[in-house]
């Protein structure tokens, strides 16, 4: 899937580069409940470690998880 996003041109936004971008999507929509760890884990490319250590660079938690991930997590 192709997804296009306009953002406003200034140079913050400039510096960032699209694998950035994508981690920060899949880890926030991980962390809002709209993907389980596993599905995360794929659409990354990762293993449950270095999920695990690319969470906090965003500000985020392992530990912060919906009821329906931990299920889908232990039928993994």
Do not use: H, V, W
């Not at 200034?10 to 809002?32: G, K, S, T």
């Not at 659409?43 to 912060?64: C, D, Q, V, Y």
């Amino acid at each position: 899937m192709k997804l296009s996003i306009d953002l406003p041109d200034i140079q913050p936004l400039r510096e960032l580069d699209n694998d950035f971008l994508r981690q920060m999507l899949i880890c926030n929509l991980y962390n809002l409940g709209k993907l389980s760890g596993k599905e995360a884990r794929e659409a990354l490319g990762l293993t449950r470690r270095k999920f695990e250590e690319l969470l906090p660079i965003f500000g985020l938690s392992i530990l912060s998880d919906s009821d329906n991930n931990i299920a889908i997590e232990l039928d993994a």
